[in-house]
């Protein structure tokens, strides 16, 4: 079983900036992606930076320019640095981890940490 533990969000002002952390504990193994998610109210939930254990990053173009995706395999961290935050940022970010081989592969979910930008 993997946990998943978020920190980080918070009520921040438009234009400023926000860092979260995603810590995974227990049976942790392999792990191939770890990305940064976000549902907004009334909406479904999004995709909005993947990070892969060899170090290579991905974005959709809510974060592109903004923010900055990163991990730490040794520590099973990843992160998002989100900078010029405006209030269409304001959602739950959830962090999720995919990862395992074959019959053992594991997709989980963080329980999400609330973002809110105000104008």
């Known amino acids: 079983q993997v946990q998943l533990q978020e920190s980080g969000g918070g009520l921040v002002q438009a234009g400023g900036s926000l860092s979260l952390s995603c810590v995974a504990s227990g049976s942790i193994f392999s792990i191939n992606t770890m990305g940064w998610y976000r549902q907004a109210p009334g909406k479904q939930r999004a995709l909005v930076a993947t990070w892969h254990s060899d170090g290579t990053t991905d974005y959709t173009d809510s974060g592109k320019g903004r923010f900055t995706i990163s991990g730490d395999n040794a520590k099973n961290t990843v992160y998002l640095q989100m900078n010029s935050l405006a209030p269409e940022d304001t959602a739950v970010y959830y962090c999720?981890?995919?990862?395992?081989?074959?019959?053992?592969?594991?997709?989980?979910w963080g329980q999400g940490t609330q973002v809110t930008v105000s104008s």
């Open positions: 999720r981890v995919l990862g395992g081989v074959d019959l053992f592969e594991y997709e989980y």
